[in-house]
């Protein structure tokens, strides 16, 4: 159902692959919700998506870009503006990649260029676009920049790798131009902190359907599908958060808040080769 939530609004959005991906769920709400943006992504990683499909049925124009390259952001920054007919109302940022986890590097073993690599693109990429979009002013007063985060950037989760250290950046860069954006132009950061979701980038985490079975099971209202991801950014995006800033919010159905539940320690108990294990309520 749609709510006119972003009706006159425009926007850029960041990192929709293919079906599967959180930015492609969001670019549709925003559709629904009356919006109108750009679609952009590295030309490599349109060649092996779907955005093409995504563009036809949102009626957005695609411009391709690198978000680590300066040269590349200034031409979708200032292309956008023209395309759209004046400054952005709402950015995604939905870009995360790590060499090392894709190469299979552990922790305690990286790959330094590999680790370099996972922060400009995953954290630093957030920096350039929101320093390009202050120099050109490119965003409307109260308007709304919303990077998608995870978890691991507070606590220790095993696989994740040095994308926890990416996030942990992402997060800080957030509340950092948060500051300034909201200070000198009335404009909104935050980052939503996502569970786990099989997204096609995400099915290349070590461990992903193990994990996703544990946050579910930990999680009182189990986990947060893409769908229900784009529904929350759709909120951050509008009027209704207006006095939302500099936040880091766990979309996650509870996860982050919990230490034990009991549908956890359940499994943890059959696991056990022992007779008097006890439920705990």
């Known amino acids: 159902m749609a709510y006119n939530l972003l009706k006159g609004k425009r926007g ?4 929709a692959l293919d079906e ?17 943006f ?5 030309p490599t990683a349109m060649r092996f998506g779907e955005l093409n499909e995504l563009a036809e049925k949102c009626n957005a124009t695609i411009i391709p870009a690198d978000a680590t390259s300066v040269e590349d952001l200034e031409n979708l920054v200032t292309k956008s503006m023209e395309v759209l007919g004046g400054k952005v109302d709402f950015i995604l940022h939905s870009i995360g990649m790590s060499l090392n986890v894709r190469k299979k590097r552990v922790y305690s073993d990286l ?30 007063e109260w308007g709304s920049v919303v990077a998608l985060s995870y978890i691991a950037a507070q606590r220790v989760l095993y696989g994740y790798n040095d994308m926890a250290d990416a996030k942990a950046l992402l997060e800080s860069i957030g509340r950092s131009f948060g500051y300034i954006y909201g200070r000198e132009k009335k404009i ?10 099989m997204t096609t980038a995400g099915s290349g985490v070590k461990g992903i359907h193990g994990l996703m079975d544990f946050t579910e099971r930990m999680s ?23 006095k939302v800033t ?36």
């Open 20 to 36: 599967k991906s959180i930015a492609w769920k969001v670019a549709e709400r925003a559709h629904e919700e009356g919006a109108v």
């Open 38 to 42: 750009t679609l952009t992504n590295t």
């Open 246 to 281: 500099m936040q880091n919010i766990f979309h996650d159905g509870g996860f982050s808040s919990m230490g034990m539940s009991l549908r956890a320690m359940k499994m943890y108990n059959k696991s056990l080769d022992c007779e008097d294990c006890e439920e705990i309520d």
């Open 220 to 242: 009182p209202l189990g986990n947060a599908t893409a769908d229900e991801c784009a529904n929350f950014t759709i909120v951050l995006f509008s009027d209704l958060s207006k």
């Open 12 to 15: 850029i959005i960041f990192g």
């Open 188 to 197: 909104r950061v935050n980052t939503i902190s996502q569970s786990p979701t």
């Open 111 to 140: 790959r330094y260029d590999y680790f370099q690599k996972t922060l400009d693109i995953s954290a630093i990429s957030f920096h350039k676009l929101l320093q390009v979009c202050y120099k050109h002013d490119a965003i409307s």
